[in-house]
């Protein structure tokens, strides 16, 4: 082989290498690409679940406890119609104990006796007609009290309306 067609084959020895290297740099290039797109979806899917996961714990406590508290009400209904057929100083001791650790627990009954008629917290048993024109669309008298728990409506106000 002459000098200059050895020249020719090393210089084309040294373009397939260069070649093969760029190819092996582009390849991985495009592995990393691909790793990386695997690594950020794989995050945003646990990312989306660790936060799925604790608001469905928030709903489950908040939920658990509207349950409770559901359970309770006919038990402080009866409480009040004790309370208003006898003057027994310990069913009013326990009536009231047993409601305070309910209001720190979020229960809040609603104050509804006078107020406008709202069909979004008062559930109409009747209606009757009213005594004075400023009496119409309000509540007259409260059949069963309604409840709040932590600013929502547990139980809505049964309720007498003028009309």
Known sequence: MSQPEAVEEQEREEESAESTEADKLQEMGE???TLNDKYLRLYSE????RKRTNQEKAD???NGSREMM?????VIDDFERALAATEDEGVKLIYNKMLKILEQKGLKAMEVKGEKFDEN???AITRIPAAEESQKGTVVDVVEKGYYLNDKVLRYAKVVVAF
């Open 31 to 33: 592995k990393l690409a």
């Open 46 to 49: 646990y990312e989306n679940y």
């Open 121 to 123: 917290l008062h559930e």
């Open 70 to 74: 559901k359970a309770i009400l006919p």
């Open 60 to 62: 489950l406590l908040i």
